[in-house]
């Protein structure tokens, strides 16, 4: 068995090597004597003998090392006593050692978190069945002056074209957003995320409900039955997992809805909500608008190209092409685009341009660590000097500078690992909830694969400089004068600074730029006095609500308590104006205003809101209409516009 | 009358330790005599070659050593074949006998 008898022969020379080398000490030694013992048999005086048997042996230290050389493992041997001569070197140079493990960590964990952002939302592919057969449809504008190629929201009528007429496609739409409802469930009350979706929504996902099933046709339908759909995380969390939940009868906006499945555990949505309830869309009300979020599958056998002429035939023979209202002749088409592409697209831009300003931390940390290095480097001049003057050979000097630089990579990456986590907690709490269209981003293997190549590729770039240095080292004079401050490497030296001083520079600027107009924004005039204004929210989207009496009652009421509430705890009664309560909503799913073109969402306001801020409009000067005065059943706060907070904008700047 | 020195051929010196030790065990002094009388002296295998030889072929299991008292009572570490070097043996012989066949047809050639 010749693989066994070298497998034994290799662990034996790199684990028991003092025993090795013990009995290859006394192998050369006895080979020795023996010679001796026979000079003397042929004759030789003792002396004469001896000279003769160490000529003939040629040195002892030198016979073992030729052994040594040939050894099997030997490789690896002189690679571990390198590695271990490094580590002796960083750990004798603390304060060297420390600035670079520093450095990396911060650089390269930048590198690590923002990567991580970049891998989640564009590289990992959607945690769905057959990702690649999912997509989303484009709108493509051209020859107008507004031309574009984006994700639109489609209307009532698109919607109903699209389900009907396009058989290469499973198709489904969603509301824009998950919205905040109230859900009470027998005595329990919880403030919850409706995702409101069409019949298919989850076939289109291909997510099957662990128990209960999915939306019928039936309860898509306008007016159709209330149903309801956990996901996991609310079933365990607030219904204790309670397998008798099906057919069980909740209160969502105090409307009275049946629970008729449960999603399975980690199933996630481009909604990510809690509760899932059937959009019933159709082409009235919010169908008149594109208030609506499409996400398609193919079906088995169809392939894109069919399915794109298909929307294409059926979208363009519509009624209402509100594509055309800006742009009159404009050439319009629909494609559609893989669902990854349509989800991250708009933060596509951001996310790569963080990518490149965390690759110009990471250069500029290189910079500043091959500085560090080549100082370092000359400063063991002499080292190099003596180890060369003793026998080494460049390749040997070379690679322990780079093992040296491989372990300052491999300690600075395990940190930037940490830092990079530690970094990538703080975004995600700093970032406004469902800003980013996934639940989390994990560091996954190609997160810390990208790590340690960025982290060796870091230290390949700092420690090529003075490893290059290191090969114009010359015996004769650095072993005179102790030192090489040649000016070479002085060049080499300003030429890192330079570069680096130019990189900062336009870091500096970029993120100057940035802070600038963040105080700037913060400090922009709000066109109101903000003094003695106090804001709370509440979630009024509840059917108690559609009545004006009522929700002005609420308004007393909330007013009442929060006076109370006030005076149980600094001690001082809050004094309100009752005529200068008001109420404000943000319009869900607000779009630019044709007008301005400033991308400005619609707030609709009270009127009492602008007193209560004291706050005049002065483009409209045909005064406030009266609140509440026309309300034909329908919810208040969308009849009644009263005053677009835009204008307020225009005027006070 | 001994003949000159030579270089050892490349690849010969394995072949001539293995035949070496084909009659016997032997200490490291006593494969590179036997060498030297085998081929009439024209092989003269100096330690600095034949150490790491012979580390190499007990790494590839074609011999095992033990320690030992030589003729005059001094601890030498001996050699001896194993099965694997019988077959290297043969083996190298073989491959030995083609080459030299093929030199000396070489050579006659006019």
Redesign the interface.
């Known amino acids: ?2 693989v066994l ?2 497998a034994r ?2 662990l034996r020379n790199l684990f028991s090597t003092r025993r090795v080398e013990r ?2 000490d ?3 030694r ?2 020795l ?3 001796i ?2 000079n003397l048999r042929a004759g030789l005086p003792p002396k004469e003998a001896e000279r003769a048997a160490r000529i ?3 040195g002892p230290e ?2 073992k090392e ?2 040594r ?4 493992g030997h490789g690896l041997h002189s690679l571990i006593a390198d590695c271990r001569f490094g580590a002796r070197q960083l750990y004798k140079n603390p304060g060297f050692t420390l600035t670079v493990v520093l450095t990396l960590a911060l650089s390269v964990g930048a590198n690590t978190a923002i990567f991580s952002l970049v891998n989640a939302l564009l590289l990992k592919s959607l945690p769905y069945p057959h990702p690649e057969r999912m997509g989303t449809i484009y709108t493509r504008i051209a020859g107008s002056s507004a031309a574009s190629d984006e994700r639109h929201n489609v209307n009532g009528e698109q919607w109903q074209l699209l389900r009907d007429n396009v058989p290469a496609l499973i198709s489904a739409v969603s509301g824009v957003r998950a919205s905040g409802v109230n859900l009470k469930a027998g005595s329990h009350v919880d403030y919850v995320q409706d995702g409101r979706v069409s019949a298919h929504y989850f076939d289109v996902l291909a997510l099957q409900p662990i128990s209960g099933r999915n939306f019928s046709e039936e309860e898509d339908r306008p007016n159709g039955p209330k149903a309801a759909i956990f996901s996991y995380n609310l079933w365990r969390n607030v219904f204790g997992a309670d397998p008798g939940i099906l057919g069980q009868p909740i209160l969502l906006r105090s409307e009275p809805y049946t629970v008729v499945g449960v999603l399975p555990e980690g199933a996630t949505t481009p909604l990510n909500a809690d509760v899932y309830t059937p959009l019933q869309p159709d082409r009235q009300g919010e169908g008149r608008g594109t208030n609506f979020r499409c996400i398609i599958r193919l079906r088995d056998g169809a392939t894109w190209q069919e399915a794109n002429a298909q929307i294409n035939r059926t979208w363009l023979s519509r009624t209402g092409r509100y594509e055309l209202a800006g742009n009159p002749g404009a050439k319009v088409s629909y494609h559609s685009v893989p669902l990854q592409k349509g989800q991250t697209d708009s933060l596509r831009p951001q996310v790569l341009a963080l990518m490149l300003a965390a690759g110009l931390i990471l250069l500029i940390a290189c910079a500043n660590l091959a500085g560090l290095t080549l100082v370092r480097m000359m400063r063991r001049t002499p080292e190099v000097a003596t180890r060369l003057a003793l026998g080494a050979s460049r390749w040997q000097v070379q690679r322990q500078f780079w093992i040296e630089n491989l372990l300052l990579a491999l300690v600075g990456g395990a940190f930037s690992v940490g830092v990079g986590f530690l970094a990538l907690k703080e975004l995600f709490l700093l970032l406004p909830e469902h800003l980013l269209p996934v639940a989390s981003m994990p560091l996954d293997a190609r997160v810390m694969v990208f790590t340690l190549a960025v982290s060796i590729l870091t230290s390949v770039l700092f420690g090529m400089l003075p490893a290059l240095a290191a090969r114009r080292v010359d015996l004769r004079s650095s072993m005179a004068s102790r030192t090489v401050a040649g000016s070479g490497n002085l060049r080499l030296r300003q030429a890192l600074i330079a570069g680096e001083v130019a990189l900062t520079v336009m870091l500096l600027g970029g993120s100057g730029l940035l802070i600038r107009s963040l105080t700037h924004l913060e400090t922009l005039p709000p066109g109101f006095n903000p003094n003695g204004v106090m804001v709370a929210k509440a979630s009024l989207d509840d059917v108690r609500y559609h009545d004006p009496a009522t929700f002005q009652e609420y308004g007393c009421h909330a007013t009442d308590s929060g006076s109370a509430e006030c005076r149980r705890r600094i001690g001082s009664p809050l004094r309100i104006h009752r005529k200068r309560l008001g109420y404000s909503w943000r319009w869900q799913g607000g779009r630019p205003t044709g007008r301005s073109r400033l991308g400005l969402r619609h707030p609709w306001v009270f009127r009492n809101v602008a007193d209560a801020v004291a706050c005049r409009p002065r483009l409209y000067q045909r005064g406030w209409p009266q609140f509440p005065t026309r309300c034909r059943g329908e919810p208040i706060f969308r009849s009644k516009v009263l005053w677009r907070n835009e204008s307020c904008w225009a005027v006070h700047r | 009358m001994p003949s000159q020195p030579t270089t050892l051929l490349q690849g010969t010196l394995d072949l001539l330790i293995l035949k070496s030790l084909a009659a016997g065990e032997l200490h490291g002094l006593g494969i590179s005599r036997r060498i030297q009388q085998m081929t009439g002296g024209t092989f003269v295998v100096k330690p600095g070659s034949l150490f790491p030889a012979l580390h190499r072929m007990e790494e590839e299991g074609w011999t095992s050593s033990f320690w030992g008292d030589s003729e005059n009572n001094r601890r030498a570490k001996y050699y001896r074949l194993t099965k694997a070097g019988r077959k290297q043996l043969e083996a190298e012989s073989r491959r030995w006998g083609r080459i030299s066949w093929a030199i000396a047809q070489a050579l006659e050639a006019s």
């Open positions: 068995m010749p008898v070298k022969s290799l009995d290859l006394l192998e050369v006895s080979h004597q023996l010679l013992d026979e003939e042996l040629g030198q016979v030729q052994v050389d040939k050894r099997l």
